[in-house]
């Protein structure tokens, strides 16, 4: 019997398949007492007849409901450099066209996109801190607008 490589789309149904089940993960941690966990399937890559997928993991914060991540973190440090408040984390707001994002952290060594939100499709988007200013200002998100 010969062995088929493996394509795209093949790697694309199995992360599609393990990250719908990531819930009975997060259920098993919670039952071990480990509670507050968010689990999210990352990146895959494969080659022949293997793959790797990354999965990512934070605990949820219970003020907020923004899982910890790298990100998150980041914006506790960096945020004045966006001109936006500490607090923006897990605030949601609008585009021209409608589409709702939900703002989730930072990586401050990216100059021209360094604002991560996650569309409410799922996907995370990058922005230049002035466009989420203006769509958070636009959507009443925030008050007013600050200077970066």
């Known amino acids: 019997m010969q062995f088929k490589t493996m394509g795209r789309d093949e790697a694309i149904k199995?992360?599609?398949i393990i990250s719908g089940n990531l819930h009975r993960l997060e259920a098993d941690l919670a039952a071990a007492g480990l509670d507050?966990?968010?689990l999210e399937a990352g990146m895959i890559t494969?080659?022949?007849?293997?793959?790797?997928?990354?999965?990512?993991?934070?605990?949820?914060?219970?003020?907020?409901?923004?899982?910890?991540?790298?990100?998150?973190?980041?914006?506790?440090?960096?945020?004045?450099r966006?001109?936006?408040?500490?607090?923006?984390?897990?605030?949601?707001?609008?585009?021209?066209?409608?589409?709702?994002?939900?703002?989730?952290?930072?990586?401050p060594r990216s100059h021209k996109y360094?604002?991560?939100?996650?569309?409410?499709?799922g996907r995370l988007v990058?922005?230049?801190?002035s466009a989420v200013r203006r769509m958070m200002v636009a959507s009443g998100t925030l008050t007013e607008e600050v200077s970066a």
Do not use: M
Request: glycine share 12%; with cysteine; hydrophobic share 30%.
């Open 82 to 107: 966006y001109g936006l408040p500490a607090d923006a984390v897990g605030k949601t707001f609008q585009n021209s066209s409608g589409q709702t994002f939900t703002l989730i952290g930072c990586r």
């Open 126 to 129: 990058k922005f230049q801190a």
């Open 14 to 16: 199995i992360r599609e």
């Open 46 to 80: 494969y080659g022949g007849d293997t793959f790797n997928l990354k999965i990512k993991g934070g605990r949820t914060n219970p003020d907020t409901g923004v899982v910890a991540c790298e990100e998150s973190e980041n914006w506790q440090i960096y945020h004045h």
């Open 114 to 121: 360094p604002i991560l939100c996650r569309r409410e499709d």
């Open 36 to 38: 507050g966990f968010k």
